[in-house]
């Protein structure tokens, strides 16, 4: 990915030249060095003060008097402000920087490359927040209380920046660099990560009218949250709207260009929330909702991200009754990722194994042989109730079945409903019909490999020519990425904030009743979606 | 002292109403809170972006909902943005903040009520580091040693941070306040003083071309460099333009007008070192030698700094030839202050007893035949050489006798004779005649009781008219205490040293020229001092 853009990167790199110190001319160092920079800013940057942060002071003035008063200095290039922080003899062969998507679940970072924007290096990580709660809701609780003397609020941050800092030790060992040669870090995240990441309380978040102690934090420096970065890489944070409305639906925003679009279109973003953003380049609207974390993985028992050994893509064929699956990297199958399951669950009601209500059926009606074998081979009944086998104990990767529960087949339709209750609120709020869209873009790491016509098939989408969908990938992460490359990201990443108009659901009644007539396959009103069959068991073949 | 100034001080409070969150509004709290004191910046401050520092945030926050979402914020004003620090309530009685002179020997403090411009507590303090080295260049050799494994740079740092911090605690018991009530500091010292602060290595500051690490440090945190003000607090390190140019006369040059004077003028810096700066409000040219430390007390034997106790007036009547000695605050003489000495000198020298060449002297020549006891019973012969006995034990404040040590009186003489060879150096440069200064304005703890007419008689000050003569007291100080109350002041103390041409005396043939010139009383040259009689020993009475 070459040129994410061109324009001006967060770090930058200005060649200085000065006089060597003189008894006609003994300027300080320091100030020597600043002056030296201020001729050599691109005339972008000129009317910017150039300022010296105090814990760069020491290092920056040795630094420029070792490389004999030239060289290159490193700068923080801020809306309001620039810092100088670093020095160098030799120009840098490059300027590492790490973007991150930073998720309830899961952390996905890249270390971009601010000279060019070429990605040099990609990791994940679980979130070390996850033994303490999770879910945002139980990790809220758990920050309020205290253990063994510390509060849990700090126990989250310790546990995020730990997750992070093996990311960066990841990156930064990928790369061949040291972890203090990255120089920035963006961060896009939903609001109630970002508070637990800078340690401020989430108290408010989710207590009525869910009010975020901040929306909009200036940047800062990564040691001021312990991050083993080097010490003076600014942090950008993306800012949030409200306290359901987060930072990375901004990044998904900047990504996909949905606020530059004359035409009006649509951002989805599954993760632990669903995040739908409307408009175009004149106007935003956007809700977000709890869609349950059953797509992101990582919480449904067999439910995992999309890595290694997750099966992303299931056909069952309806003629043979053979089930294929393809798991990310032909690796043998482990679990399932958020696509796969969709695909699996489209599958499984178009056979009749799945009900209109989302419960695994056993029911074979007047199907054939081969049919009524694989049922009777594929559902079982285990502790938790019934169970459908997706990939057989012999066959999967860590020699136990990979299973189906009817709890994550609960899990997943209370996501799909919120899903389309969500979109079909949101679209009547502005009298815009589904129709009326000219894309729709689906994020998330769940809209990486989605099958949109799996996903119309549930109806979690609505059901529009399969060219109106565009799979952005993990947008929060991408849009970070522009942040790190480009100030015109940084400056639309808080003019967005300012243009969109944000729906509360959680008080919205109209989406409860929505959200109810969505909890069914398609839906309880099955004209909404004409491509999708009736399926009646006792007609499956 | 009300009113120093009425423009904008380093913190203001701003008063806040907002709207509380609701479903309609649940913009952030330090949103909100930004929002809210963006409509009542002044009108001046209105271009500058308000940011709120990281550590700030969450106490920002929670106060801010505390207070019901309006009260007073408090703002940090700096040239380039404002920041938001602190949310009250109630609206301040007071916003004390600290100026503080931080001179090589000792430092003094006023808290400054920055509502007002009242002074509301001052305080003294020996500095910590004088344990490490007496005088500049043996601390700059010490910091550059390790001991105990800590470097003396560190150790440096601490002390003088120890001493500042026990100036505030006693700033604040006076004032009745805690620590961390103190907003602000605005600091005046000479360009070593402030690297030692600041913990920065001084080695190249004393070393040709005699380059400072920084002379134009950003404001930063009081926690930066550890001090128990608030954490919040802005220092504002006044600028100095060269090694021996020190933000301290800058602080006098703010403080005594001289860069807004039509008139040409001077003023004159007695600590460490001798720091002179000619000029009007079209140019300036400074230069600063070693003066020596005699002056400063502390370091001669006898001498101390201006306070209870310190010898500041002497009169010796040569026809009774009783010496008179005042002190200050009329406690019983514990030693003698730079005032003092110079009173003492000139008294000695017009008596005979002190010759041309600065030797103190036994010759009684054709003097009565009180003059003879008068020399006998004050000069006396210790380990160190003759001394003159100031103040016999009897009479002294603890017990032994005040006495004008010859090696005292060797140190007084250079620093004399440094002083006139600076003054004449800076007028030829740029071809002035004394006679042509509007007014000399005499600074320092030197210049608060001194006699411009003891001054001329031992050759230190030019023979002009005592009208030319003001005192200025502790510029030092006082300048600090107007960048706390104007920015005007804060930008006048960065245009000025822009505006400034600096000599460098240490590599100045003239100067070193003159310096020999200047070792006799008053003068090789004693045209150049016509009011100053000749003595002659045997001319005595």
Not at 208 to 220: A, S
Not at 247 to 268: F, N, V, Y
Not at 433 to 448: C, N, P, Q, R, T
Request: hydrophobic share 45%; glycine share 10%.
């Amino acid at each position: 990915m070459k040129n994410i853009t061109d324009q001006q990167p967060l770090v930058t790199e200005i060649s200085v030249v000065t006089e060597p110190p003189s008894l006609q001319d003994n300027t300080a160092d320091i100030d020597r060095l600043r002056i030296g920079a201020r001729k050599k800013l691109p005339p972008a940057l000129e009317a910017r003060p150039l300022v010296v942060p105090f814990a760069a002071m020491a290092g920056l003035g040795r630094r420029f008097r070792q490389a004999g008063f030239g060289g290159n200095a490193l700068v923080n290039v801020l809306p309001h402000e620039l810092q100088l922080v670093d020095f160098h003899q030799e120009i840098s062969a490059n300027i590492p920087a790490m973007a991150l998507d930073l998720g309830t679940t899961h952390l996905e970072a890249t270390l971009v490359d601010l000279t060019g924007g070429e990605i040099m290096a990609h990791a994940h990580a679980a979130n070390g927040q996850m033994r303490y709660g999770a879910d945002i809701l139980s990790r809220i609780h758990y920050a309020e209380g205290h253990d063994e003397g510390s509060s849990g609020l700090v126990r989250l941050q310790q546990a995020v920046v730990t997750t992070i800092n093996k990311m960066v030790d990841d990156l930064a060992g990928q790369a061949g660099i040291q972890q203090e040669d990255i120089r920035a870090l963006s961060v896009s995240g939903n609001t109630t990560m970002v508070h637990f990441l800078l340690g401020l309380s989430p108290h408010h978040i989710c207590r009525e009218p869910y009010t975020p102690l901040i929306g909009r934090p200036d940047p800062f420096f990564a040691q001021d949250i312990g991050l083993h970065i080097n010490q003076h890489a600014p942090v950008w944070i993306l800012p949030s709207i409200g306290s359901y409305f987060g930072g990375d639906l901004i990044a998904g925003i900047l990504a996909s260009g949905l606020d530059r679009m004359e035409k009006t279109s649509m951002l989805i973003d599954v993760g632990t929330n669903a995040e739908v953003v409307l408009g175009n380049r004149d106007w935003l609207i956007a809700c977000a909702g709890a869609a349950g974390p059953a797509l992101e993985g990582g919480v449904a028992k067999m439910g995992m991200r999309a890595g290694p050994g997750a099966i992303e893509h299931v056909l069952l064929d309806r003629e043979s009754w053979r089930l294929q699956v393809r798991t990310i990297e032909d690796q043998p199958a482990v679990g399932i990722c958020g696509s796969g399951l969709i695909e699996l669950v489209a599958q499984l009601f178009l056979a009749g194994i799945v009900d209109i209500r989302g419960k695994l059926c056993r029911q074979t009606g007047a199907g054939s042989e081969k049919r009524r074998a694989f049922v009777q081979e594929r559902l079982v009944e285990g502790e938790d109730g019934l169970s459908f086998v997706v990939v057989p104990a012999e066959e999967s990767g860590h020699g136990k079945p990979v299973l189906l529960a009817q709890v994550d087949l609960d899990a997943m339709m209370r996501s799909k409903a919120a899903m389309y209750a969500i979109l079909t609120t949101l679209t009547s709020q502005v009298g815009v019909e589904f129709s009326d869209l000219d894309h729709i873009y689906v994020a998330g790491a769940f809209g990486k490999h989605i099958d949109p016509k799996a996903a119309i098939t549930l109806g979690m989408l609505p059901d529009l020519p399969l060219s109106t969908y565009v799979p952005v990938g993990n947008s929060s992460l991408h849009g970070a990425e522009r942040i790190l490359m480009s100030e015109e990201a940084r400056l639309r990443s808080m003019d967005i904030g300012r243009k969109i108009t944000y729906i509360e659901l959680n008080v919205n009644q109209e989406f409860m009743l929505r959200f109810s007539g969505s909890r069914f396959i398609p839906h309880t009103d099955p004209a909404l979606f004409p491509s999708v069959p009736v399926v009646r068991v006792e007609d499956v073949p």
